[in-house]
């Protein structure tokens, strides 16, 4: 969360498709992308002058860069959308596999972040609990590349934007917190319970 800046980081990162979307229902294709562009300028700079991490800044002006990029070369608004649905596609794909061969990535990731290596994979409770969490997080990146597609597919940008707005940040949430409550009862667990 400190490198991506808090809440308020991750807030602000969801400013440029908010632009977006406002600026190409109120005009067009054209003066939404630079709107976009510039609101991601705007929040590297204003994460710069905070002295917050440089790289999720860096992250975010390029994701947002790519986004247009397609958006301008198809013509078409949802194009801005269709990194974000590929990504959700991917990451749900990686997360399924990593249950499948039993390397759950909620624990590869929360144990790589906070530095506590790989034993977890050990206990029993543990490697229940992150299986869970990352069968979470695949229903949460499935349901936008369901949702999302679904409208992509029905050129409903505005509603697409939408979608990706209330499903980004609200969905992000609840899978995190998902994941943090299942490995701490995890932890709380007698072993044999």
Same mark, same amino acid.
Do not use: C
């Given at each position: 969360?400190?490198?991506?800046? $808090?809440? %308020?980081?991750?807030?602000?990162?969801?400013?440029?498709? +908010?632009?977006?979307?406002?600026?190409?229902?109120?005009?067009?294709?054209? =003066?939404?992308?630079?709107?976009?562009?510039?609101?991601?300028?705007?929040?590297?700079?204003? !994460?710069?002058?905070?002295?917050?991490?440089?790289? =999720? &800044?860096?992250?975010?002006?390029?994701?947002?860069?790519?986004?247009?990029?397609?958006?301008?070369?198809?013509?078409?608004?949802?194009?801005?959308?269709?990194? $974000?649905?590929?990504?959700?596609? &991917?990451?749900?794909?990686?997360?399924?596999?990593?249950?499948?061969? !039993?390397? =759950?990535?909620?624990?590869?990731?929360?144990?790589?972040?906070?530095?506590?290596?790989?034993?977890?994979?050990?206990? %029993?409770?543990?490697?229940?609990?992150?299986?869970? &969490?990352?069968?979470?997080?695949?229903?949460?990146?499935?349901?936008?590349?369901?949702?999302?597609?679904?409208?992509?597919?029905?050129?409903?940008?505005?509603?697409?934007?939408?979608?990706?707005?209330?499903? $980004? +940040?609200?969905?992000?949430? +609840?899978?995190?917190?998902?994941?943090?409550?299942?490995?701490?009862?995890?932890?709380?667990? %007698?072993?044999?319970?």
């Amino acid at each position: 969360m400190e490198q991506m800046g $808090g809440v %308020p980081g991750i807030v602000a990162s969801t400013a440029p498709v +908010l632009v977006f979307i406002i600026v190409n229902v109120l005009t067009s294709l054209q =003066p939404a992308l630079i709107a976009a562009l510039a609101a991601g300028a705007a929040v590297a700079v204003w !994460r710069l002058v905070r002295k917050q991490a440089l790289m =999720p &800044a860096l992250s975010g002006l390029l994701g947002v860069g790519v986004a247009a990029f397609i958006a301008y070369r198809t013509g078409e608004a949802r194009g801005f959308y269709l990194p $974000g649905l590929l990504t959700s596609a &991917a990451f749900g794909l990686a997360f399924l596999v990593s249950v499948l061969v !039993r390397r =759950p990535l909620a624990g590869v990731i929360w144990h790589g972040i906070n530095g506590h290596g790989q034993t977890w994979r050990r206990d %029993p409770r543990l490697l229940r609990a992150y299986t869970w &969490a990352s069968l979470l997080w695949v229903v949460v990146f499935a349901s936008r590349v369901v949702v999302q597609g679904w409208l992509y597919d029905a050129e409903e940008e505005t509603w697409l934007g939408i979608a990706r707005l209330a499903m $980004g +940040l609200p969905l992000f949430g +609840l899978a995190l917190l998902g994941t943090v409550l299942a490995v701490r009862r995890a932890n709380r667990t %007698p072993l044999g319970a």
